[in-house]
């Protein structure tokens, strides 16, 4: 499973941006799906995730309300829709597959990982 993240870019605090997961060379439609992100001088966070079949859905606090975590089995796709961007959003966001098909905030249960894309906002 190899794993591209993209749709990172510079924005002003309040815009939004959307990232993309695509997976080209296997399907990810059987695996539990999430979002990370690392900012400089940091652990890498939890951000979102979803299950295989779209259904259950899991954020960490600092982001409910501003991102959507969804997924497009039929085009091997995980979105995360990113609203009310914050400065403090600012990070390398990366998309990971789980070993199962459940959603899970554990870093642990992520077995494959895409590259990462910036996501840089500016106040």
């Known amino acids: 499973v190899q794993l591209q993240a993209s749709g990172g870019g510079l924005v002003q605090a309040g815009g939004s941006l959307r990232l993309s997961c695509a997976n080209s060379r296997r399907t990810f439609s059987n695996n539990g799906v999430g979002w990370f992100r690392q900012a400089p001088g940091k652990e890498r966070e939890f951000v979102a995730t979803?299950?295989?079949?779209?259904?259950?859905?899991y954020y960490t606090d600092s982001v409910k309300g501003r991102f959507t975590i969804a997924r497009d089995n039929a085009k091997n796709t995980v979105t995360l829709e990113m609203n009310n961007l914050k400065p403090e959003d600012t990070a390398v966001y990366y998309c990971?597959?789980?070993?199962?098909?459940?959603?899970?905030?554990?870093?642990?249960?992520?077995?494959?990982w895409g590259q990462g894309t910036q996501v840089t906002v500016s106040s």
């Open positions: 979803i299950d295989w079949r779209g259904g259950t859905t």
């Open positions: 990971a597959a789980a070993r199962r098909p459940t959603a899970t905030r554990d870093q642990g249960e992520y077995q494959y």
